[in-house]
């Protein structure tokens, strides 16, 4: 007998693993997930993991925030552990950028997130050793900070299988099959799988399985570098940030190291299976000369790691979250661009209500159809920093 689920979902990173759970705690009794490889091998596993709400468009900064009040009590809501650690987080706007970032906090503040501008004498006493002489605006979120990726995805993942789902490692999705207009069945390893639901979540390797199905998206692997620098003695502690001026993040990485990347330096990579995975002596010295801009101490931090990923970039920015017209049960959500493991308790909820209500209740996500590209509708960031969109 063929073997059959209520709904497959292809692709094991924190998106497919949060879609499952939330198909399997709305009451789907058998949702499978298919993972090529590990749970959290692809984008999720490389992920610098920040959790902030600076956004400049509402279905952005909506799911964001949405996603914080999981982040800040997982294990009630879901169960399981995360690994939220609140820092707070700090943005740093140049005068360039004021406008725009002035009325994206009017944004975020209308949507309800905790965030404000703040004068440079309390940054200075949120940020000791931070040189802000250079900024027109800062902005502090008290509530934001980061989480474990991987740790999320494998939370999210366990609670799923509890609820019912199953979880199939190792297993690379060969095909959709289609048949009169409706998702009939997936092919894995060799094997047939009857479903009437299918939901691509393969980050950096959409790409090409959606093209080998007809359908093309531009959506684009881009290798990204971050690195730990471990801090002077005398740094102490310090919030995450995003700046603006100097196009980083960064943020602590346990007790004594900093985190920090870019997002705009990048390399299109074919294939997300074949990439350097080494962080090259011009990143680094690049982003240690930007971070010893920000904070001058920085200059005599001692270099501890580093390491390469992959972001599914779309031309603005934002994902594709919707379901493919003209093919009844298939749904694609990918190309979060470098900044969507903040938002993937969100997106799991909001996949589970399209793929089992046929439309969305929580948050309206016609901005971020997959015909917006065809349609030259796409929505533009402020800035040009491609992490702070
Ligand atoms: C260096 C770096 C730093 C980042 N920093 C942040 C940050 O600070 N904050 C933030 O919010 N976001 C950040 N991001 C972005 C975030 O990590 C991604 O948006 C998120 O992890 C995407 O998750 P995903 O599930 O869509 O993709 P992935 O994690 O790539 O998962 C896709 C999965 O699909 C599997 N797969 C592919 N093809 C198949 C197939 N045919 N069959 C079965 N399985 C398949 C892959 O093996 C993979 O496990 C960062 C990303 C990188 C690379």
């Known amino acids: 007998m063929a073997e059959t689920a209520d709904a497959v979902v292809i692709g094991g990173g924190v998106m497919g693993c949060s879609i499952l759970y939330h198909l399997a705690a709305r009451g789907m009794p058998d949702a499978l997930l298919l993972e090529r490889d590990a749970l959290g ?17 509402e279905v952005h900064a909506q799911m964001a925030w949405r996603s914080l009040q999981v982040f800040r009590d997982f294990d009630n809501i879901v169960g399981g552990q995360c690994g939220y650690t609140n820092t707070g987080y700090l943005v740093f706007a140049p005068d360039a950028a004021v406008d725009g970032f002035r009325a994206n906090i009017a944004l975020q503040q209308r949507i309800g997130i905790n965030t404000g501008e703040i004068s440079p004498d309390a940054a200075a006493e949120l940020a000791p050793g931070f040189r802000l002489d250079d900024c027109a605006a800062i902005a502090w979120e008290p509530l934001s900070g980061h989480a474990d990726p991987s740790g999320t995805a494998l939370a999210y993942a366990a609670r799923a299988r509890q609820l019912g789902a199953r979880v199939r490692l190792q297993t690379p999705a ?18 047939r799988i009857e479903t009437g ?17 007809g359908i093309d998206l531009p959506l684009q692997a881009t290798r990204h570098e971050v690195i730990h620098l471990r801090r002077p003695p005398e740094l102490p502690y310090h919030p995450g940030a995003g700046d603006i001026a100097n196009l980083i993040y960064f943020r602590p990485e ?74 009844d049960g298939l749904y694609i959500c990918t190309g979060f661009s470098g900044h969507g493991f903040k938002l993937s308790p969100a997106v799991g909820l909001l996949v589970a209500e399209l793929v089992l209500d046929g439309q969305t209740a929580t948050i309206d996500l016609s901005p971020l159809r997959m015909s917006r590209f065809a349609e030259g509708r796409l929505n533009l960031p402020s800035y040009g920093f491609r992490v702070l969109v």
Do not use: C, K
């Open 41 to 57: 091998s692809g984008s999720t596993g490389r992920s610098s993991g920040a959790v902030r709400m600076h956004y400049s468009t």
């Open 174 to 191: 060969q095909s959709v099959e289609v048949t009169g207009g409706r998702v009939t069945a997936v092919t894995a390893n060799g094997q």
């Open 197 to 213: 639901r299918v939901i691509v979540a393969t980050g950096p390797w959409s790409r090409r399985f959606l093209l080998d199905h």
């Open 254 to 327: 346990g007790s004594e190291l900093t985190l920090i990347g870019n997002g705009n330096l990048e390399d299109d990579v074919d294939d997300p299976e074949l990439y350097a995975q080494r962080p090259t002596q011009s990143f680094i010295g690049e982003v240690w000369t930007r971070i010893a801009r920000r904070i001058p101490a920085m200059a005599g931090a001692e270099f501890a790691a580093g390491y390469a990923g992959l972001y599914t970039q779309t031309p603005d920015s934002h994902p594709v979250i919707d379901r493919v017209d003209g093919i």
